[in-house]
């Protein structure tokens, strides 16, 4: 498209934007909008709840909505713990309701996992590409399909077909002499590709990001609790049916959807990839019938993708750090916002059936959800977050679960787990005990024993936590949340607990040692700045005195300019723009950024020193830029009057006239 076709279009999208402002909320409903997207974000349990309830044709807006919006900043970790807690009361809630173990929970719930394109990139894009790059090898190992292949090319040749009567059944064609030669080198080649894919992600395991790692934890725990008489195998198996049907998987199939590769790959490139993700989906999915060389290193890469932390003591802290701020905003569409709305009347008899619960006094003070709007006018709109009432937010982990029945036990074990773990950090004399019980009964009594210590500690802080488990465990004994072996599966999560974390003890020593150098180093350097003082003071004493020093010639309105500290400019924060504004505006007249991740891209313009631009192209959910370019207002105004329009990002176009605008509006003021 020519620019001033670009040009055209964009105003007049500008001009139907402009005359559709009735569609904006008014003032007070924009208040109450940003009250209700910060309780939907503070409160997970609202989301994991409407999740269940919302038909499948609803379940593909809602979560991009939740993951790309509600929770897209998740380079900040409270955002990132909030969707991953709300990610935990979904799991409990679908092994609350999954009939058997064997039974595969993520076969039923697609897309709870986020994307790291980074991760990726590093770990399998290498491998992706070496597929692609030999775009004649054929991989297919269908018996039909390599039977009508070598049919077709008898005929091609004008060569007799006798031996290969059409209408053949699967079973046939396999037995076929011929298609028996052709598979045998195709599936030690497919095995051989898929082996390189596996070892890669097995040695990348650290690389793994802590999301992925922490719903895999879930998983786990989740069916060693549920299903005691779960075998290891099948434990994995759901891990694994996770972490490769729905993060691995997808992106070795489509790799051009997650920016791997440029161009989508030719047909046999495709289909080996298929074929690949379909070994490691076999793997994953029936580690009992899988050869052992493959098991053998990925059962225990399964079990160590569990081992990390937990992360409620930091969220907690965080949940109360967002009541203080007063700049958490939300760039929302308005189909987004009027959605998300409607699904919560619809469903608002479910989510707060008690008037006095604050999202129900919230989503009557909004009344009916407006229609949604025209693709055309589907604006971006910025939303203040704060909360409308003064008492702290629920964001312990038993108010997370508040009015689920489903998962409310979970919640108090996954607390009472994270209780316990801080008791016997605090407690050295707990920690020299070896907690490694042989029966349910003896970690029962070691569990019971803990909270002792702490209730009768002198310690007021443990005393209080030490009444506080001893009611959970308590109260999970008498409703069956642990049943059969589960006092020994919480003690034996304490333990993994206690063992990532490390010494509390071991890690204050390190941080002192740390600071000591600190200290020592700021001392050293203390003491070179007194004597470069020292060096300096005689040469003032003869200032004072009125005597000459050295040859300069100075004004009295450059000494004074001289004696005034000079002033640090103030560098202003990133501005951020949605792809979807700035191709509505002009700026962006090419992309050729995938449809289905647009939505995710956000561009970022800082202005480090006047004149000077620095334009980022970013990925919610990924770390690093894609595009990172320093920018001269010289330089764009050199190529606005050479007519150099267009200003090649590589994945995008920027229109140079309009960016200027862009530059002028935002920058210079």
Same mark, same amino acid.
């Given at each position: 498209m020519a620019v001033d076709e670009v040009k055209e279009l964009s105003s007049h999208l500008e001009d139907v934007g402009q005359g559709n402002s009735d569609y904006y909320p008014s003032s007070e409903q924009s208040q109450l909008y940003g009250n209700l997207f910060f309780l939907l974000q503070t409160e997970p349990r609202h989301i994991a709840t409407l999740a269940r309830l919302v038909t499948l044709s609803e379940i593909d807006t809602l979560l991009q909505t939740?993951?790309?919006?509600?929770?897209?900043?998740?380079?900040?970790?409270?955002?990132?713990?909030?969707?991953?807690?709300?990610?935990?009361?979904?799991?409990? #809630?679908?092994? %609350?309701?999954?009939? &058997? !173990?064997?039974?595969?929970? *993520?076969?039923? +719930?697609?897309? /709870?996992?986020?994307?790291?394109?980074?991760?990726?990139?590093?770990?399998?894009?290498?491998?992706?590409?070496?597929?692609?790059?030999?775009?004649?090898?054929?991989?297919?190992?269908?018996?039909?399909?390599?039977?009508?292949?070598?049919?077709?090319?008898?005929?091609?040749?004008?060569? #007799?077909?006798? %031996?290969?009567?059409? &209408? !053949?059944?699967?079973?046939? *064609?396999?037995? +076929?002499?011929? /298609?028996?030669?052709?598979?045998?080198?195709?599936?030690?080649?497919?095995?051989?590709?898929?082996?390189?894919?596996?070892?890669?992600?097995?040695?990348?395991?650290?690389?793994?990001?802590?999301?992925?790692?922490?719903?895999?934890?879930?998983?786990?725990?989740?069916?060693?609790?549920?299903?005691?008489?779960?075998?290891?195998?099948? !434990?994995?198996?759901?891990?694994?049916?996770?972490?490769?049907?729905?993060?691995?998987?997808?992106?070795?199939?489509?790799?051009?959807?997650?920016?791997?590769?440029?161009?989508?790959?030719?047909?046999?490139?495709?289909?080996?990839?298929?074929?690949?993700?379909?070994?490691?989906q076999s793997l994953a999915n029936k580690p009992t019938y899988a050869k052992e060389q493959y098991m053998a290193g990925l059962t225990p890469f399964l079990n160590e993708l569990c081992e990390v932390g937990d992360f409620y003591d930091s969220m907690e802290m965080d949940q109360y750090v967002a009541l203080t701020k007063h700049d958490i905003t939300l760039h929302v569409t308005l189909n987004e916002l009027y959605n998300t709305h409607a699904l919560l009347r619809q469903h608002q008899h479910v989510l707060a059936p008690s008037g006095g619960a604050h999202l129900r006094q919230l989503l009557d003070a909004l009344g009916s959800a407006p229609a949604l709007v025209p693709r055309s006018a589907n604006a971006s709109l910025e939303l203040r977050l704060f909360s409308r009432w003064e008492t702290p937010i629920l964001s312990d982990l038993s108010a997370l679960a508040a009015d689920n029945a489903l998962t409310q036990h979970d919640i108090m074990y996954v607390e009472a787990k994270s209780?316990?773990?801080?008791?016997?950090?605090?407690?050295?004399?707990?920690?020299?005990?070896?907690?490694?019980?042989?029966?349910?009964?003896?970690?029962?009594?070691?569990?019971?024993?803990?909270?002792?210590?702490?209730?009768?500690?002198?310690?007021?802080?443990?005393?209080?936590?030490?009444?506080?488990?001893?009611?959970?465990?308590?109260?999970?004994?008498?409703?069956?949340?642990?049943?059969?072996?589960?006092?020994?599966?919480?003690?034996?999560?304490?333990?993994?607990?206690?063992?990532?974390?490390?010494?509390?003890?071991?890690?204050?020593?390190?941080?002192?040692?740390?600071?000591?150098?600190?200290?020592?180093?700021?001392?050293?350097?203390?003491?070179?700045?007194?004597?470069?003082?020292?060096?300096?003071?005689?040469?003032?004493?003869?200032?004072?005195n009125g005597m000459p020093v050295g040859v300069t010639v100075a004004t009295p309105a450059q000494s004074s300019r001289q004696r005034r500290a000079p002033e640090r400019s103030k560098v202003m924060a990133p501005i951020r723009f949605a792809l979807a504004q700035l191709e509505r505006d002009g700026v962006v007249c090419d992309s050729k950024i995938p449809e289905n991740r647009r939505h995710a891209m956000v561009f970022a313009l800082s202005s480090p020193q006047p004149a000077a631009y620095v334009i980022e192209l970013l990925l919610k959910g990924r770390e690093k830029p894609i595009i990172h370019m320093d920018l001269n207002l010289d330089d764009l105004l050199e190529r606005q009057h050479a007519n150099i329009a267009v200003l090649d990002l590589e994945y995008v176009h920027l229109s140079v006239p309009r960016l200027l605008d862009l530059l002028k509006k935002s920058f210079m003021r």
């Open positions: 939740v993951m790309f919006t509600l929770y897209g900043n998740q380079y900040e970790s409270r955002e990132e713990h909030l969707l991953l807690t709300m990610f935990q009361l979904v799991l409990a #809630a679908q092994f %609350e309701t999954t009939t &058997g !173990v064997c039974e595969s929970f *993520a076969a039923k +719930h697609a897309g /709870v996992a986020n994307d790291d394109d980074a991760y990726l990139k590093n770990v399998i894009s290498s491998e992706i590409n070496r597929v692609i790059e030999d775009a004649e090898q054929n991989l297919e190992i269908n018996p039909l399909k390599i039977y009508e292949e070598i049919r077709q090319g008898l005929e091609d040749r004008g060569l #007799a077909t006798d %031996e290969f009567p059409p &209408g !053949v059944s699967t079973e046939e *064609a396999g037995q +076929h002499p011929k /298609v028996v030669e052709a598979l045998r080198p195709r599936i030690a080649e497919l095995t051989q590709i898929a082996g390189r894919f596996l070892d890669t992600i097995i040695g990348n395991k650290d690389a793994t990001p802590y999301g992925i790692r922490w719903i895999c934890k879930q998983i786990r725990s989740l069916t060693r609790r549920r299903y005691p008489e779960a075998t290891d195998s099948a !434990v994995c198996s759901l891990i694994g049916g996770f972490f490769f049907l729905r993060f691995i998987n997808p992106a070795i199939v489509t790799p051009q959807a997650y920016m791997l590769i440029e161009t989508a790959p030719t047909a046999h490139p495709r289909r080996a990839l298929t074929l690949v993700a379909k070994v490691l209780i316990l773990v801080q008791i016997i950090r605090s407690m050295p004399a707990l920690q020299a005990r070896r907690y490694t019980p042989e029966s349910n009964t003896a970690a029962r009594a070691d569990l019971l024993f803990v909270a002792e210590q702490a209730a009768t500690s002198r310690d007021a802080a443990l005393v209080r936590k030490g009444i506080k488990v001893r009611e959970m465990l308590g109260e999970l004994s008498a409703t069956g949340a642990l049943q059969a072996d589960g006092h020994r599966y919480l003690a034996e999560e304490i333990v993994r607990e206690l063992a990532h974390l490390g010494s509390l003890r071991d890690k204050v020593e390190a941080e002192i040692v740390g600071l000591q150098d600190v200290l020592r180093t700021i001392g050293d350097y203390n003491g070179y700045l007194q004597q470069q003082l020292g060096d300096t003071a005689a040469p003032k004493s003869q200032r004072k």
